[in-house]
């Protein structure tokens, strides 16, 4: 059974983040969506409501299913029994910080292997941060993130739903 951990802090899921888990499952028989406590991070959603949107989001997906963490990456990793971490590459913003992350990672723990997938070229601009500013100026999020994503949003911000 090999198993991929796709860690991050998904405040909120988009649809780039789905379009990786798609991708990922593909090459495993088992992805795990772990979302990170990442208090430091001053997160907009709470754990609870990330997870929920993660969960309701991978609903329709066999062999994926989702978890909260808040310990270090590679520790869970090997809890879950899992051989590698899945990142999303957008663009060569994105690359340093992820290449950083992935040799400290493989310096904490050599068995695990970090493995960057990229999503379709419709979702390299996308990131949770610029869809909670579109969000919260009462913008249409609609085709960026799923509804129910989309709905979470609005009544964070208390924004109108405009209609998709
Ligand atoms: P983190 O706080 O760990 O960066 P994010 O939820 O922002 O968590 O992202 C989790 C992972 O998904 C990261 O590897 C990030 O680069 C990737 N990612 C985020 N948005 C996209 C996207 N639109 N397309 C592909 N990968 C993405």
New binding site residues.
Partial sequence: MRTAI??????P?????L??IERAIKLFDRVIVAV?R?ES?QPLFTLEERLKLVRKSIRQLPHVEADSFDCLLVDYVERRSAQAI?????AVS?FEF?FQLALMNRKLNENIETIF???KDT???????MIKEIAQLGGNVGSFVPAHVRTALCDKFKTKSAPI
């Fill in positions: 796709y860690p991050g802090s998904f405040d899921l988009t649809n780039g983040h379009d990786v990170a990442n991070k899945i990142r999303g590459l957008r994105d992820e997938m990229m999503p979702y390299t601009f996308l990131s949770s941060r």
